[in-house]
């Protein structure tokens, strides 16, 4: 039970899954600690180094994990690890004592954190899939649906619901590739070491068969090795993993920023679910505050900070090996994961039950969209023998009175003004000016290219 007289993290009981917290906790970390020591013995005992009884020994005491006994060594060795290696010891009256054989500690902690993130990967990877499958049902079910586009924040052209759902899908569809190679790439140290040489293992095997001696740990712990590395794996690989993890949350930070803009009264075209029970203000009860996406973008703008720290620590790493990364990747590797995965949890919460508001989006389409038209005026007139610079200051003129009634809160009347013009009747009639103003058929392919986005997500997902 989390004890709330102390400081807690938010994130050990309100950010992520119980699942992703119980990856990175601290008990399920002395739990691989512990596997990796066994696999070690298991591989040694084939070598004659160990006995089959003192594996089994190990094995038998796996989880036995005493958390109190091992932080009272601790206060004295004022070593972690070692402090945890001493507690299964005691555990184990034959196996303690052929512990870490020929070990540091990195080969057990680093072989441990690659593995924890791999395993983070696969939830981040199940939450981003189904993520992927809502946003492709709605690019299906609003593919055709004409809405007015924004660019500067403005009002611009016509485009479609789907159109724009498949836009964050396609950068959401981009990462879940990349991060399904990065997790295939993921290597540990392997067992090397104090810097990297595997001295202390050739000492007890002989050099020949180290390499032997290695696939075979990373046969039972099925987890790929570096061939090359220092006191620790290549902390360049952090920073491979926290950046992807990082753009992802760029994505949908931009999802969520842009759902906000969307839900503004004066818009209103998106909102996020909002339950009869939920409270938007403690001083205002009326409001309906998007707490979703205001959490996606507060904890993106956390997320954003983690590759400029992980860029640090290998960097940083001097020579073989120094210990200043040690203490922040505590909570970065932690965190970092734990921020995605919530923000991806989020997101689908939003997206399950979005309030798409079709009234407004017909609205701010019929208010905004015959403005798209005017060029297409502008060419037909021309087209049947008007002055293009003459008409183009004609319909300007038009375009600036329409937007100032639109502005004072009345209707856009910009299809009476161009109907009525005198200049425009020369060239036009009011069916094709009508026709022309009409900003709904004014979408190009995009219907076709947002179903297309919406089957190459099916199609990618299928092969998983």
């Known amino acids: 039970m989390t004890d709330f007289e102390v400081y807690q993290s938010p994130f050990s009981w309100r950010y992520g899954s119980k ?120 690019i299906q079910k609003w593919a055709d649906t004409p809405l007015i586009a924004f660019t500067h924040l403005q009002p611009a052209e016509p485009s479609t619901l789907g159109y724009r759902f498949a836009m964050y899908a396609q950068d959401l569809l981009a990462d879940y590739k990349a991060l399904q190679f990065a997790r295939g790439e993921l290597r540990g140290k392997g067992f090397k070491g104090a810097v990297g040489t595997r001295a202390s293992y050739g000492k007890l095997i002989g050099n020949e068969q180290l390499d032997d001696f290695e696939d075979q740990i990373s046969d039972i712990l099925n987890l790929k090795f570096f061939p090359v590395t220092s006191q620790t794996y290549p902390r360049r690989q952090d920073y491979v993993i926290i950046s992807l993890l990082a753009g992802l949350g760029g994505c949908l930070y931009k999802m969520a920023f842009d759902f906000r803009f969307l839900q ?154 161009l109907c009525q013009d005198k200049e425009i009747r020369q060239y036009l009639n009011e069916t094709e000016v009508r026709s022309l103003l009409d900003s709904s058929e004014h979408v190009g392919d995009c219907p076709s290219r947002a179903r297309a986005m919406a089957v190459s997500i099916m199609e990618t997902i299928r092969k998983d």
């Open 19 to 138: 699942s992703m917290r119980q990856l990175w906790s601290e008990h399920n970390k002395r739990i691989y600690w512990r596997r990796l020591w066994v696999a070690l013995a298991e591989v040694q005992a084939r070598y004659g180094l160990v006995t089959e009884g003192q594996v089994a020994d190990l094995k038998a005491h796996m989880f036995d994990i005493d958390i109190l006994r091992a932080s009272e060594i601790e206060t004295e060795s004022q070593h972690d690890l070692m402090a945890e290696l001493m507690t299964f010891a005691e555990q184990c009256p034959s196996g303690g004592c052929i512990l870490h054989l020929g070990a540091t500690s990195m080969d057990i902690e680093d072989n441990a954190d690659v593995l924890r993130l791999r395993a983070s990967l696969e939830l981040i990877d199940k939450e981003l899939r189904q993520l992927l499958l809502i946003l492709s049902d709605h």
């Open 264 to 417: 503004t009264p004066l818009v209103g075209e998106l909102a996020e679910p909002f339950s009869d029970t939920q409270v938007g203000s403690s001083a205002m009860p009326f409001k309906r505050n998007p707490i979703h996406s205001e959490k996606i973008n507060s904890l993106g703008r956390y997320l954003a900070q983690m590759p400029r720290l992980a860029w640090d620590n290998a960097a940083h790493s001097l020579l073989e090996r120094t210990l200043d990364d040690s203490a922040n990747r505590r909570t970065m590797l932690p965190e970092t994961c734990l921020a995605t995965e919530e923000m991806l949890i989020t997101d689908q919460i939003i997206l399950r039950k979005l309030d798409v508001n079709e009234h407004a989006i017909k609205r701010n389409l019929t208010n905004y969209g015959p403005f798209a038209g005017t060029e297409k005026i502008l060419l037909a007139s021309v087209i049947a023998g008007a002055d293009r610079q003459i008409m183009h200051e004609n319909l300007r003129k038009h375009a600036m009175h329409a937007w100032q009634e639109i502005q004072a809160g009345n209707r856009n009347p910009l299809p009476e003004l």
